[in-house]
């Protein structure tokens, strides 16, 4: 195994009674951006089994809307509010998302199978950003936010420049909750502007 499993994030989600250890990186991130507040319209791709959506879910209670995307089932009991969910790929679902209206804010904590082999994992990872940056062009208010879950690569500055022409702030984030030896990064872009 190439690293510990259980560290010090899995056990205390465990003892929180989250479903995934992954919860911490949106507590991390939306302390530093406060990017959750009553009444938004929110999609979470990629959101199985629910840890963002625990949080999100908790945050806005009955005000705002979370639609939640992903390949695997979620189990809609565990959440403090009603999830509008998607079962579905991101690369085949467009007209279903396009179908809840415009959104405040998109999250993607979305991340391919490993294969083992880095360039591919690599590239399959590219692939999904490029495609969730195009979920969010389609359907992020003016205004809007997104927030996504990169690896960093020689692409890494291609997908930054690019979200640049399309969003007033946009910073890259590691978190402290994110596995010392993991590429996982994350990209913050801000109040879109066309
Ligand atoms: C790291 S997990 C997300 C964890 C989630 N944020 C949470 O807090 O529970 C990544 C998710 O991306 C999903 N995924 C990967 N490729 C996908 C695709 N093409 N379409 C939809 N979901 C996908 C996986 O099924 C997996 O559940």
Redesign the pocket.
Known sequence: MGYLRKDFYYNAAKKHNF??R??FK?QEIDKQFQLIKPNLNLL??????????QYVSKKLGNSGNIVG????AIDKSRFSTSIDFIH????EVGQEISNKGLFDLILS?????LTGISCADLYNNFC?NREVISIGLKNLKIGGNLCMKMFESAKTRQLLCFCRLYFQTVRQLRLKSTRRESAEIYLIALNRII
């Open positions: 479903l995934a992954s919860i949106i979470d791709l990629g959101c199985s089994p629910g840890g963002w959506l995307v992903d390949l695997k579905g790929n991101i690369f904590d979305i991340s391919s199978k999904l």
